[in-house]
């Protein structure tokens, strides 16, 4: 349900001393990491590039490129530094990828303690963002995902070991063929390629690319989107982005909840193998079967949430959609959904600035949520803009999006209970959206 007004917050008492230390919390657990390598796909306009860093504790962190990027570059960007737990980097716009070259527009963070890191793409009425995955969870496989263009698709790689042999498998619309340094390709038909340590590789094609498969001889970073996209002819196009996750740390049970601000949902399901798929909207309950590879979406509104339970593993996307109700505010955004098995029990980010209306969706047990806390202090009811019970199996999960402001936020719960959480904010033609974690701990 969405909120009405409100004036009293949830619980007598509204803050706290810190939690307790939970039981293996300096375990690096999900999408975090002392190691990311991180790169920005091509942008129709000028667009700040923009990296959050965050972590528990002060750390160290190293930031380089290689050493065959301009020197004119790499002097902006290499750099050791001493962080007091969170820090926003800017790298150069020039470090964004060209379509269908070989470059070394990778940079590589490590850090001295466990970080998150997200990284967030922004210019004139265009935004993207994604969490990035720590190397050590890197891997040799991905699906590509992203959505039917009105310019490009794109999928990028960045190799961390040199004499990295790449391998594309196009998944697209039939008889649509692709060219690439003269040889043209079709559906099904196979592009393979090399890389050194920090080079990267950019792909883009006028039809969707979802379920196209990569394949590497060693850990590599994979991403893909769209370049500029506009969904449902409304509003103007978005940036989508999206860090890969690999195929073998994709869950099997979702939670989707829903946009705020009048913003519909396409939820789209990738199968790895073949799987019967079960999901539940309200009171309607359905079922299909995809085979390896392929996709299906579906639409929820504004007040909806959608469970999704498959027999085997699947990726789900949920793309937001501009508002139909408030004019100009928001454009399609993109986000992997934390399954419910990766959920975590505490998280740090920084909500970024310079959006109307910044939220949070939590999904956790019911039985926890007097248990659940941002920066420490109980939610404000005022704060809750919508609010459902949805049933995952036998267990009853809440639902919730609460407004939050923009800076540091941590969540966690004093029972050690997990939950998920997916962050979004819009402002006038542009949203943005991400999961902290899509990786199985």
Known sequence: MTRGTCTTPDFRFTSESPPYLLS?????????????????????????????????????????????????????????????SSQLIILPTAIELNYFQKEVKSVLIETSEDVNVISFDEGDRTAGSTANIPI???????????????????????????NTAISVTFKMERYLSLKIENHTFYRGDVFSFSLDSFETYQIAHSTDLTGSVIESSYPIAAF????????????FCDHLITQLPPTGFVDNM????PNNDDRDTIIRITAIE???????????????????????????????????KSTTPVIVTGIGLASKRISYLGDPSMTIIPGINQYLNDYKIVIPNGYVNNFVSVMIKESSLIFFRINSTVINICDIVFEENVLAGNVTYNVRTIR????????????????????????????????????LP
Request: proline content about 1%; aromatic content about 10%; some cysteine.
């Open 404 to 439: 939050v402001a923009e800076g540091v936020l941590t969540a966690r719960t004093l029972d050690g209970e997990k939950f998920g959480m997916i962050f979004s904010g819009v402002q006038i033609a542009e949203a943005y959206s991400f999961s902290v974690n899509f990786m």
């Open 136 to 162: 050590h969870k890197l891997s040799t496989k991905y699906i590509v995902i992203s959505t039917a263009p009105s310019r490009e698709s794109q999928l990028a790689v960045a190799a961390i070991k040199d």
């Open 274 to 308: 073949k799987s019967d798929i079960f999901y539940v909207i309200g009171a309607a309950n359905k079922s299909l079967s995809l085979h390896k590879y392929n996709s299906f979406d579906i639409r929820i509104s504004s007040n909806q949430v959608c469970y999704i």
């Open 24 to 84: 293996g919390q300096n375990i690096t657990r999900g999408s975090r990491g002392k190691g990311f390598i991180v790169l920005f796909m091509k942008n129709i306009v000028d667009t700040t590039k923009k990296v959050y860093v965050t972590s528990e504790r002060d750390f160290h962190m190293n930031i380089t490129t290689s050493s065959r990027l301009d020197r004119s570059l790499k002097i902006q960007i290499d750099k050791n530094v001493l962080v007091n």
């Open 254 to 257: 979702y939670i989707v909840p």
């Open 224 to 235: 893909s989107g769209n370049d500029c996209n506009k969904i449902d002819g409304i509003g």
